[in-house]
């Protein structure tokens, strides 16, 4: 195996090493060796031991050396995005590098859990993870996803007129269908906000960025209330609610559909309070009437919510159809039980009146701001490109600052 020999631990390891510290897979009931020595790993999907096949037991992963980096496209708090070309293919792909700053166990939960859940999603809808590469050092891990030119934040920071509310339709169908898919298959996102959302040149919405998603069982097991971006959270998360669903993913396409209708983001709030404040103003106070658990949740212990009788929603969206205050007031139904599920939305009568959603072949294309440079008219001359650029080696930024700024402005179709 020439990356073994060039002494890169191949990543099946990386993933044992992981998954024994991780899931404290030390010793199996019969206090043998660890599964993971055996050329066993646990799965993600089902739980239970899956045997590495013997061919794979030394990892197979190509180096990311391959791949010729272009620019920086993104940075999250998980990790690095480069547009990069594949030298094999001569494709373009997203190159997301798996942050681990503070990780000495192997690759953090953030990578693993994005890794399995993207390993095992397939729909149009979802963004594609196409293989995972590895650098020289343990540090350096990347997932290799077909490459989106838009995220939707970006696009909606820069673009020069809003999407029409067809435009709208388009998308919103789009993100539901994907939650459909990963709702369907026990997959819940936790993370789902506008930056997440990537779109193609052809009008195709794609979810990304699962570091935060999780499989869910039945019934459902209590997970952290601290995820889900402030702006996207529903109001049980923000309670302490002990238990999350799906329902969380949802109240977040809510704040999706609210933030494209409105031209703004729909609830900016600044801290927890601040945000269960904007909700309240925006929706009216909860009671025990409309959500029965409301007054027990934790977080009710220490504060109570102002009173505010009214939903605002009509006066928020004054031009909007009754069918698509319905859908709204759905989507944000204070019980995460009552709420609609992505598959309700679907049926919506919203998406069956006029304006009707266009189809995504007929979404505009739009400038690439993500590849471009701030402020430069005149793009610098080219740097050399010969080599294939190497992550330890390179000074990222600013060679990405010189090959952004080199990217011709598209103008709209
Ligand atoms: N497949 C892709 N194609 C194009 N751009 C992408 C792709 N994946 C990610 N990006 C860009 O990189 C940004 C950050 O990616 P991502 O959200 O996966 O990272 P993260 O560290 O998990 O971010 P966050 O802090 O939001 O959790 C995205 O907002 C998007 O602009």
């Known amino acids: 195996m020439e990356e073994f020999e060039r002494g890169i631990p191949p990543l099946s390891k990386r993933f ?174 936790r993370d789902l906000k506008v930056s997440n959302l990537l779109m193609t040149d052809k009008g195709c919405v794609k979810i990304a960025d699962f570091g935060l998603a999780r499989w869910f069982g ?40 609210g933030e494209l209708l409105g031209h703004c983001p729909l609830l900016p709030g600044r801290s927890e309070l601040h945000q269960l404040e904007l909700i309240v103003d925006l929706l009216g106070t909860p009671s025990d009437n409309i959500w029965p658990e409301y007054s027990s949740l934790p977080a009710l212990a220490n504060f109570t919510l102002k009173n505010q009788p009214y939903n605002n929603l009509k006066q928020r969206f004054p031009w909007l159809s009754a069918a698509g205050l319905r859908l709204l007031n759905f989507l944000f139904m204070y019980d995460p039980k009552k709420r609609a599920t992505a598959e309700e939305c679907l049926q919506s009568s919203y998406f069956k009146e006029p304006p009707l959603p266009c189809d995504p072949k007929m979404m505009p294309t739009f400038p690439q701001h993500r590849n471009m440079k701030k402020g430069s008219a005149n793009p610098p001359p080219p740097p050399n490109l010969d080599s294939g650029l190497n992550d330890q080696t390179m000074n990222l930024p600013a060679i990405n600052d010189l090959l952004g700024s080199l990217v011709k402005k598209r103008t709209y179709d």
């Open 218 to 257: 039945l019934p459902v097991q209590p997970m952290t209330p601290k995820v889900v971006t402030l702006w996207y959270r529903s109001p049980e998360l923000l309670l302490q609610a002990k238990t999350q669903t799906t329902s969380v993913d949802v109240w977040a396409a809510g704040c999706i559909l």
């Open 16 to 189: 044992k090493r992981s998954i024994e510290k991780k899931d404290g897979n030390k010793e199996n009931e019969n206090g043998g060796p660890p599964l993971a020595k055996r050329g066993f790993l646990m799965s993600f999907v089902t739980g239970e031991p899956m045997e590495i096949p013997e061919k794979d037991i030394l990892g197979r992963c190509r180096f990311v050396a391959e791949f010729e980096k272009l620019n920086r496209i993104g940075e999250g708090t998980y990790g690095i995005v480069y547009r990069a070309r594949d030298t094999k293919t001569d494709s373009i792909v997203a190159l997301k590098k798996v942050r681990m700053e503070m990780e000495r166990d192997g690759l953090p939960l953030s990578g693993l859990r994005e890794i399995s859940v993207l390993l095992a999603c397939s729909h149009e809808n979802i963004v594609h993870l196409k293989e995972v590469v590895v650098g020289r050092s343990l540090e350096s891990i990347f997932l290799v996803m077909e490459y989106c030119e838009q995220d939707l934040a970006s696009l909606l920071d820069n673009m020069q007129a809003p999407f029409t509310e067809a435009q709208v339709k388009c998308i919103m169908i789009q993100v539901l269908k994907g939650l459909k898919y990963l709702h369907n298959n026990f997959i819940v996102h």
